[in-house]
């Protein structure tokens, strides 16, 4: 079974629209960190955010926010007012504190049109 | 500057040929990782090493070995490739289990 699910494989939203990117994962450790990635159409992975499982604080970066339900099992990403530099494809992922093993979602493509 | 290379960054081989896809990090990380990317399959963890000399098996492992002699480098060996290990390759490292993995650029392999 998928650890990290992204349900949504595209996203089109027309310029400062927002946009929420969903991420539901499976552990069964108490102890996790999850994290977004970006990667542009440049090619590189770009790093996000990292939570860890006992911090659900919601947490916003200008233009950036991420809402943690342990309840839901969620970690969703929203882009407020977005733009077209960010078009990319965003993965989800998860470590667990055992095994060291490190599981991305399939991503998700957005684009931002103009 | 703090960063994670990977050479070569493109490679077109032939199935059978054995090669090696170098990894190295300045950071002195513990952990590095290894992935190969596929479209629809997201990333996907081959191998990685907690420490020099530990190494353990990701959720695709088939096909590759590795080595973590220092603890900067962390190569990736296909010792017989075949068409179905051409994919987009990622190395990253990080200062901890469960840290923020930096990686490199990538490296694009074709295997004919």
């Known amino acids: 079974a998928q650890k990290v699910t992204q349900a949504q494989t595209e996203i089109s939203v027309v310029e400062k629209e927002d946009v929420t990117l969903d991420c539901v994962y499976e552990t069964r450790d108490t102890t996790y960190y999850l994290f977004w990635y970006k990667q542009p159409p440049s090619g590189e992975l770009v790093f996000l955010i990292r939570r860890n499982s006992f911090d659900e604080q919601n947490e916003i970066s200008g233009r950036y926010s991420w809402n943690f339900q342990k309840s839901t099992s969620s970690f969703n990403f929203t882009i407020t007012a977005s733009q077209v530099v960010d078009s990319a494809v965003y993965f989800c992922?998860?470590?667990?504190?055992?095994?060291?093993?490190?599981?991305f979602g399939t991503g998700t493509s957005l684009t931002v049109i103009p | 500057e703090a960063q994670v290379t990977q050479n070569p960054r493109y490679l077109i081989t032939v199935t059978g040929k054995k090669l090696t896809v170098t990894c190295s990090q300045n950071?002195?990380?513990?952990?590095m990782s290894w992935y190969r990317q596929d479209p629809g399959l997201g990333l996907r963890q081959i191998y990685y090493s907690m420490n020099v000399e530990v190494t353990d098996k990701g959720d695709v492992p088939e096909g590759y070995k590795v080595s973590r002699k220092e603890k900067r480098n962390f190569p990736l060996i296909l010792e017989s490739p075949s068409p179905n290990q051409t994919s987009l390759y990622f190395c990253?490292?990080?200062?901890?289990?469960?840290?923020?993995?930096?990686f490199g650029p990538g490296t694009r392999l074709t295997v004919l």
């Open positions: 950071m002195n990380h513990e952990y």
């Open positions: 992922a998860l470590s667990e504190f055992t095994g060291n093993q490190f599981y």
């Open positions: 990253a490292s990080s200062g901890q289990t469960g840290g923020e993995q930096f």
